[in-house]
């Protein structure tokens, strides 16, 4: 049976899963840098860092490799219409159907009204694969609101049935995002029916992708398992549920973060500077402004992030822009392209 929900304007925050691998962490010994310790940014150069990032994330979305491609569309929804336009249409007719997903939850997350019916297209092409279509659901549902005329979003809810973990945990994020609590109990059925033979660790990280996504649609029960999985046995989970809080704004677990700040792996410190940083609290900086030096590109990516958000929890530390400026010129790709990511989202 097609399961219609309403179609009333939602605001939308797409997730950034990072996969972590379990690195030697670095010791924290040292403090942040004074906001004095360097000139305080002029308007000049913090638009011709602007102009650094924009013109990053259009070359690494024209790159031969398809999943620095689909970072870069997701890094679109933070520029002008102008600019991600000829971007996003670009994408959406990519070769690699990974890109194309990419596409079309931007299009929903910026939205982007102008390419429903492109959306809309995606949804009911029956060649494209199911987690395209979902996708392109989603994003119909979010560009082309109309009471009298709702989404059927059977393609986004049946992927949530998948036989892959990573599948159902796409679809999990994209319904929490769509902000309909009809979503609700199909999520908490999915919750008790695991798919089968899925590996511990997926099936955790599935399981906070759910809960998270209930909790944002005000089933608030939720952020209480979300806040025992920051004490999991897996890496992965508790970096995952600590960032979740964060955008969750959920204060309860701050001073375990700042806790956090000084545990391995560095990922972890990582992901609780961060979710301070979420909660108005830029304590996490010197962990970042070590992480931004480390040997392996995706702690620089992730520093590159935290950076970002602690930028806006200090926006008067003259240090921030400097690191982001040296990760902005960075040798691996994906570390610029989170740099400019940051750098985009300051506004």
């Known amino acids: 049976m097609p399961f219609f929900i ?20 670095c010791q924290i010994g040292h403090k942040a840098p004074s906001a004095s310790s360097s000139p305080a940014p002029t308007l000049s150069s913090i638009a011709k860092q602007r ?17 620095l491609r689909m970072r870069a569309i997701e890094t679109v929804q933070h520029l002008d219409s102008r600019t991600a336009l000829p971007l996003i249409q670009e994408a959406l007719n990519d070769d690699h159907p990974a890109v194309r997903y990419a596409a079309l939850v931007t299009v929903g997350k910026t939205p982007l009204p102008w390419l429903a019916d492109a959306a809309l297209a995606h949804a009911h092409d029956t060649q494209q694969p199911d987690y395209v279509r979902a996708a392109g ?23 949530l049935w998948s036989k892959a973990s990573g599948m159902r945990a796409n679809a999990a994020v994209l319904l929490g995002d769509s902000g309909e609590v009809a979503a609700k109990p199909m999520l908490r059925d999915a919750a008790l029916n ?16 759910i809960r998270e996504a209930l909790a944002k649609l005000g089933d608030e029960e939720q952020i209480k398992k979300i806040r025992l999985a920051c004490y999991s046995n897996f ?44 909660l108005g609290n830029p304590e996490g900086l010197p962990v970042a402004q070590l ?12 520093a590159a992030l935290t950076l970002g958000r602690i ?28 740099a400019a990511s940051a750098v985009l989202d300051r506004d």
């Not at 309403?6 to 030697?24: K, N, Y």
């Not at 659901?137 to 992927?159: C, G, V």
């Not at 809080?245 to 309860?252: E, I, M, P, Q, V």
């Open 194 to 209: 695991p798919p089968a033979r899925t590996a511990a660790l997926d099936q955790e990280l599935l399981d906070l992708q």
């Open 311 to 338: 930028a806006h929890a200090s926006p008067q530390n003259n240090t921030i822009q400097p690191a982001l400026g040296r990760l902005l010129n960075d040798s691996d790709p994906g570390v610029r392209l989170a």
């Open 291 to 302: 992480a931004a030096r480390s040997q392996h590109p995706s702690i620089r990516s992730q």
């Open 137 to 159: 659901t989603f994003a119909a549902h979010k560009t082309a609101p109309s009471p009298d005329r709702p989404i059927d979003l059977t393609p986004l809810t049946t992927l």
């Open 51 to 67: 102009d650094r990032a924009i013109a990053i994330v259009r070359n690494i979305a024209h790159h031969d490799n398809p999943q």
């Open 235 to 278: 890496d992965e989970v508790r970096v995952l549920a600590v960032l979740m809080l964060g955008r969750l704004n959920d204060h309860s677990l701050s001073g375990n973060f700042i806790g956090f700040l000084a545990k391995d792996p560095m990922e972890l410190r990582l992901a609780a500077a961060q979710s301070l940083a979420e």
């Open 6 to 25: 309403s179609t009333r304007p939602i605001a939308l925050a797409l997730l950034l899963l990072t996969t972590v691998a379990t690195l030697p962490a």
